[in-house]
């Protein structure tokens, strides 16, 4: 039996301490999603705890066949939709990000200037990504920064693999259109072809 | 050129032969939606993790044991308001007979002991009832309606038994 496993056995007959194993182990991929869809760090703090209370709370309906990180990013993914529909709309500051965020540049990174950059763009991915659809959203959250699979996102999120293909699909588009349309001030010099990462 | 199969390239995001990656690195430079999404690509493959600050998992231990503690006190209101409902109920259906037994005690439990013998002689008749139907249907309903009706019984209970357990079945923290 894995610790994991172990853990969920002993939080499932009521174990507080065990559960709080799972906490440690899933703060940062639960946080992230939460972070990605909200916006905000303080909203995602919240939603995240509220998130591990769910799943504290309906642990004993946890299917151990399935993975638990899926499962508990699927508690995570809809208790962030539902907060986004009830909320609309929410306004991010870039500002704000910078301030309550660890996703600073690394200044210790052979090339700075490039680090610089990627972290321009990935605040500018972060406000860019607030316009899209909350489904289509967490889709993509859960591709590119949890690294799920396209079967694991249809599990979670309810969705076919053919819908999850067609909004990731579509999620992108829409990303490319708004990082076209969007006023040069952040804007970097480098084309993507000429970056070694292409 | 032809835009389509560059974007589908874009879009499927997996590996690229030579030529390929020769032919979009040119249909890039001409392309502003492909560009655009090449950068979006670039960008989402680049991301990082959010962490949260230090001390989530113990901010998640004080908001469990405040949680654990409000659904306590609701349990606990709920059980006395509905155990104060009861009793209140009882109370009210009760009074008339309250009255009655406070005004002439002596006739209420002459009327108590006739209706206990009235009880106690319908049920007797009933047990006679009983005992004569069990001598007569067995006779009357064949083996296979008996197996019908008891397969049925059974399976109800099973169905029962089951949806019992998933009623009841405790959320953790409660």
Known sequence: MTDELAWIVQAQHGNSEAFTQLVEAYQTPVYNLCYRMLGEAELAEDAAQETFLKAYQNLTRYDRERSFATWLLSIAAHHCIDKLRRRRFISVSIDEDEEGQTDLPDRSAPDPELETQRKQERDRLQTLLQSLDPLDRAAVVMRYWQDCSEAEIARSLKLTIPAVKSRLHRARKALAELWKDEPARIRTQRRPYESPAF | ????????????????????????????????????????????????????????????????????????????????????????????????????????????????????????????????????LLRVFPDLIPAYVWLAILLAGGGWSVVWVFSLIKITKKQQGV
């Open chain 2, 1 to 132: 050129m032809n835009h389509r199969p560059f974007e589908d390239w874009l879009l499927a995001d997996e590996p690229l032969n030579a030529q390929q990656t020769h032919e979009l690195q040119a249909h890039l430079q001409a392309c502003r939606d492909c560009a655009a999404l090449a950068e979006v690509n670039l960008a989402l493959k680049s991301v990082r993790a959010a962490s949260p600050a230090d001390g989530f998992s113990a901010r998640f231990q004080v908001r469990l044991e405040a949680q654990k503690k409000v659904l306590r006190l609701r349990n606990v209101t709920g059980f006395s308001l509905l155990a104060l409902s009861a009793v209140s109920t009882l109370v009210w259906l009760s009074w008339p007979l309250l009255t009655a037994a406070f005004e002439s005690p002596v006739s209420l439990l002459a009327s108590w002991l006739s209706a206990l013998v009235a009880f106690w002689a319908s049920l007797q008749a009933m047990g006679q009832v009983s005992t004569l």
